[in-house]
C-alpha cells in the first residue's frame, strides 16, 4: 500500500536567480513542477546518466549538474529543487 522514496532535496535559491535562468528553464520544462509560479521542481532519479546528458546539452550550469550527480550519490530516488519565489 505505500512505498518509501528517498527524497533529497536542494536549495536552488543558488542555482538561479530568474526564471528565465538557464538552469529554471530546464526544470520548467523538464521536471515536475509545483508551487507558486514553479518554485519546487520534482526530478527523478531513474536514468541519471541520460538526465545529466540533457541537462548538459540544455546548457545547464556545472553547479546544477553537480547539485544533481551529488544528491543521487546520496542515494536519493527523487530530487526535489527547491526555491523563494
Sequence with gaps: MFTI?????????DLWDTPTHVNARFCGERCRA???EGSLFLMDGKNYQ??????????CTSAFIAAYEQAIQMGAEL???????
Design 34 to 36: 509545483s508551487g507558486s
Design 50 to 59: 541520460e538526465k545529466v546528458e540533457e541537462a548538459k546539452d540544455y546548457g
Design 79 to 85: 530530487v526535489l529543487f527547491c526555491h523563494d519565489v
Design 5 to 13: 522514496t528517498k527524497l533529497v532535496e536542494v536549495n536552488a535559491n
